[in-house]
């Protein structure tokens, strides 16, 4: 069974940097794709960076140069690394993880099927 959990949010002043973490278990990193979705209060859930196997990752526009993902296959552990953090990218963060073929990046939450409990990131002006 795949179990993600994140880890690292916290509250930030404008232009601040933060690294999320993400550890899975039951979930194989020889074939995968995995990403990192953030939902504010009263706004839907929106994909922010996804990676796969073959190191291909995909971002939002709104956090392109700002934001960067990685894995660590060997610890099976995912990261978030968001930098000149703004108050719009106040939200809770969730880590997900698509167990399907053919594990393309996406943004889209409706192609992963397992999702972490998230982290709080607040950022303050």
């Known amino acids: 069974q795949v179990h993600l959990v994140e880890s690292g949010g916290g509250s930030v002043q404008t232009g601040g940097s933060l690294r999320l973490s993400c550890a899975a278990s039951g979930y194989s990193t020889r074939k995968y794709c995995m990403g990192w979705f953030r939902q504010a209060p009263g706004k839907e859930r929106e994909g922010v960076a996804s990676i796969d196997s073959d190191v291909s990752t995909l971002y939002a526009d709104s956090v392109k140069g700002r934001f960067t993902i990685t894995i660590d296959t060997a610890k099976n552990i995912l990261y978030l690394d968001m930098n000149s953090l703004k108050p719009e990218d106040t939200a809770m963060y969730y880590c997900?993880?698509?167990?399907?073929?053919?594990?393309?990046?996406?943004?889209?939450?409706?192609?992963?099927?397992?999702w972490g409990q998230g982290t709080q990131v607040t950022v303050s002006s």
């Open positions: 997900a993880a698509d167990a399907k073929w053919p594990f393309w990046v996406s943004l889209r939450a409706n192609e992963y099927q397992h």
